[in-house]
């Protein structure tokens, strides 16, 4: 076996050991919980995102519009939304704390 074969050996050996940890991160319950937050937040950002860089856009709509993201952001932190996010997430119950 060749230098570069060994090295690449290792390298296959190394990506493995790090491509099973990331698996274990990604099945745990709360990445898939923060993973939904990520995704309904960046939801919510989107529309204010495409409409602040329209060249028509000018300072009074990207302050009215970072308010309502703002106001929409502060909305998810009620029980009813950490309610469905659990639920999105594949949570039960007994797994939220």
Not at 3 to 27: F, P, Q, W, Y
Not at 77 to 87: E, G, I, L
Request: some cysteine.
């Amino acid at each position: 076996m060749s230098i570069d074969e060994t090295r690449d050996a290792t390298n296959i050996e190394d990506m493995s050991v790090e491509a099973g940890g990331l698996l274990a991160k990604v099945s745990q319950l709360e990445f898939a919980f923060m993973a939904a937050v990520a995704v309904t937040v960046l939801s919510l950002l989107t529309p204010a995102n495409n409409t602040m860089q329209a060249k028509s856009c000018n300072m009074m709509q990207v302050a009215e519009l970072l308010a309502c993201a703002k106001d929409n952001i502060l909305e998810l932190r009620s029980d009813k939304h950490f309610q469905q996010f659990a639920q999105d997430a594949g949570m039960k119950k007994d797994d939220q704390k």
